[in-house]
């Protein structure tokens, strides 16, 4: 029930930030404010899409958990859509999402209620092993009839 509450509240919330603020910023402030926030979103989601795979790989290569660095860029990316959308609601929580210690905080409070569950060890063999001798093969190149044979 809460997301459908939610997802009617959002929107309404969104209306009067934009009637409230927009009276005091006018037509042209507003709509700086809007498009500066969605470029800045823009350039967020691109840098994190180039920044984030290669703390990655350094982060697996120095056989740390990449889980961290992970779960740090998707907030970001998060954040980069939040200020994407239009709307001050969805830009405030955007540029809080960017705050550092708050981010990390998020992460922490996500961390106490999720369950991971690792796998030890390799994977058990399905079944016995079965050895045999195979060889590949083409299968037969079909052509199309061309109206001089009957096939």
Do not use: K
């Not at 840098?47 to 990655?56: I, K, N, S, W």
């Not at 982060?59 to 907030?75: F, K, T, V, Y």
């Amino acid at each position: 029930m809460r997301p459908v509450i939610l997802l009617i509240l959002w929107p309404l919330v969104e209306i009067a930030l934009f009637v409230t603020l927009g009276a005091r910023l006018g037509l042209f402030g507003t709509l700086a404010v809007v498009l500066g926030t969605a470029v800045l979103g823009v350039a967020l989601i691109r840098r994190q899409g180039a920044v984030t795979p290669a703390t990655l790989r350094a982060r697996m290569a120095a056989g740390a958990d990449p889980g961290n660095a992970l779960a740090d860029g998707a907030l970001i990316v998060l954040a980069g859509v939040l200020l994407v959308l239009p709307g001050f609601l969805t830009d405030a929580l955007g540029g809080l999402l960017l705050i550092g210690p708050l981010r990390r905080g998020l992460l922490g409070a996500l961390a106490r209620r999720t369950l991971v569950v690792r796998a030890a060890g390799p994977a058990p063999a399905p079944g016995p092993v079965i050895e045999g001798e195979w060889e590949e093969v083409d299968p037969p190149v079909r052509r199309p009839a061309s109206g001089w044979t009957q096939h």
